[in-house]
């Protein structure tokens, strides 16, 4: 099937006759991605030929489009196209973002990542605390989470300098910086295989509230992981901003995973 043909399957498809235009066509194209029918690269065809083909008005495509593009969806290329982004991140290399379904069939819900930025902070703060004093400073990585197609986490993430700078020096111009887990695993040979967890309570500054589309103000959960290696040496510090939702966060982690039916749970230590 083409793009256009794969599209206009989901936008169809049984039981979405309640959601409006603009949300059939944004989670038609989330849910082909999320089930592999849609791939990396792909490209989404003009948005006057994607309409017609829909029988929607341009400028619902248009909005759904841009609404997708802005979550790190889809990426824009000025005078080539509209085209799938590449920052899925899979079941087995999610570490803090398992998010799920309630009731018989719960599932992982599919997440994907847009990086904000990345560059070298020298500042201290938590992050020096945890990883110790580094002269070179620490490179922190900001991203939107994008959940089911909501944006519902802001991330960052500090390393120390003098052992992951090449991530903002410019000799690693263009890594993929979507996945951590296979970045610092691939490209450093880097695993993380204890963490620690704490919780606590903040309140969403304007921002924060900006990119992850909420209200400023609300009190938020920040969800702080302390990444050591085998030796027990710290290697990340990270921090997760999630704002109220209805969603149900799995804990959980590493450990061999547990088969509850169709639903596989990882199970471990907080």
């Not at 989404?44 to 829909?54: A, R, T, V």
């Not at 920052?87 to 290399?93: Q, V």
């Not at 302390?226 to 704002?243: N, T, V, W």
Request: hydrophobic share 40%; proline share 4%; aromatic share 8%.
């Amino acid at each position: 099937m083409s793009v256009a043909e794969i599209i206009h399957h989901y936008f169809n498809r049984p039981g979405v006759g309640l959601q409006t235009k603009q949300s059939r066509l944004q989670h038609a194209i989330v849910d082909a991605m999320a089930e592999y029918r849609l791939q990396a690269g792909d490209q989404i065809p003009p948005e006057i030929d994607l309409s017609k083909i829909l029988g929607v008005s341009l400028g619902t495509t248009q909005r759904s489009l841009g609404a997708l593009a802005r979550q790190g969806l889809l990426d824009r290329r000025q005078g080539k196209g509209t085209f799938v982004a590449e920052n899925r991140i899979p079941e087995d290399e999610l570490w803090h973002f398992r998010f799920f379904t309630d009731g018989l069939d719960p599932k992982y819900l599919t997440v994907f990542t847009k990086t904000l930025h990345a560059h070298l902070v020298t500042a201290s703060g938590p992050w020096s605390t945890s990883l110790g004093l580094d002269r070179k400073g620490y490179v922190m990585i900001a991203r939107v989470i994008t959940v089911d197609g909501r944006r519902m986490c802001l991330s960052r993430i500090y390393l120390p300098a003098t052992r992951f700078g090449s991530l903002v020096d410019g000799s690693m111009e263009g890594v993929d910086l979507s996945n951590m887990k296979l970045l610092l695993r691939r490209n450093f040979g880097v695993t993380n295989t204890f963490i620690e967890q704490t919780i606590h309570f903040t309140t969403i500054d304007t921002d924060d509230a900006e990119e992850l589309n909420c209200d400023a103000g609300a009190t938020a959960i920040v969800l702080t992981v302390y990444g050591h290696e085998s030796d027990g040496s710290a290697i990340s510090y990270h921090e997760i901003l999630m704002p109220p939702n209805e969603s149900i966060l799995d804990l959980s982690y590493s450990g061999a995973p547990v088969k509850f039916g169709s639903f596989t749970k990882g199970i471990g230590k907080v």
